[in-house]
C-alpha cells in the first residue's frame, strides 16, 4: 500500500515536499512515480525513480524545478518541489511497479497507487 502525504497550500515560488510511504518488505524492487491530476483534466506524468535511484525521468513541465528521491529502508519517496507555479496546482498521487514496464509515464503501467495529496499555489 502506500500513502501519498505532505501537501498543503504555498504561494507562488514556494516549495513543499511530499512523500509517498509504502508498506511492505518489498519497497526497494519497485519503480515509484508520481502523477498529478488537476481539476477538470487527465492524470499527468511527473517524475519515476528506478530501484536504486540510479534512473530517474522527469516530465518537461518539472524539469529543473523538481527533484525525486528516495529512501529505501524507511520505505518512502520524496518529491522536492521549487519554484512552484499556479499550474502546478492539483492532487498529487504516487503509484509503484516492480516489472519495468513502458512507457513510464502512463498510469497503465503502475500497479498500485497511494490516495493522493492536494497541492494548490496560490499566485
Known amino acids: 500500500q502506500l500513502q501519498a502525504s505532505g501537501g498543503g497550500l504555498v504561494q507562488a515560488g514556494g516549495s513543499l515536499r511530499p512523500s509517498c510511504e509504502a508498506s511492505?518488505?518489498?519497497?526497494?524492487?519497485?519503480?515509484v512515480a508520481w502523477f498529478r491530476q488537476a481539476p477538470g483534466k487527465e492524470r499527468e506524468f511527473v517524475a519515476v525513480i528506478s530501484q536504486t535511484g540510479a534512473s530517474i525521468i522527469y516530465a518537461d513541465s518539472v524539469k529543473g524545478r523538481f527533484t525525486i528521491s528516495r529512501d529505501n529502508a524507511q520505505h518512502t519517496v520524496y518529491l522536492q518541489m521549487n519554484s512552484l507555479k499556479p499550474e502546478d496546482t492539483a492532487v498529487y498521487y504516487c503509484?509503484?511497479?516492480?516489472?519495468?514496464?513502458?512507457?513510464?509515464?502512463?498510469?497503465?503501467?503502475?500497479?498500485?497507487w497511494g490516495k493522493g495529496t492536494l497541492v494548490t499555489v496560490s499566485s
Open positions: 511492505g518488505r518489498a519497497f526497494s524492487t519497485y519503480y
Open positions: 503509484a509503484a511497479e516492480r516489472y519495468n514496464r513502458y512507457p513510464r509515464s502512463c498510469p497503465r503501467s503502475y500497479d498500485y
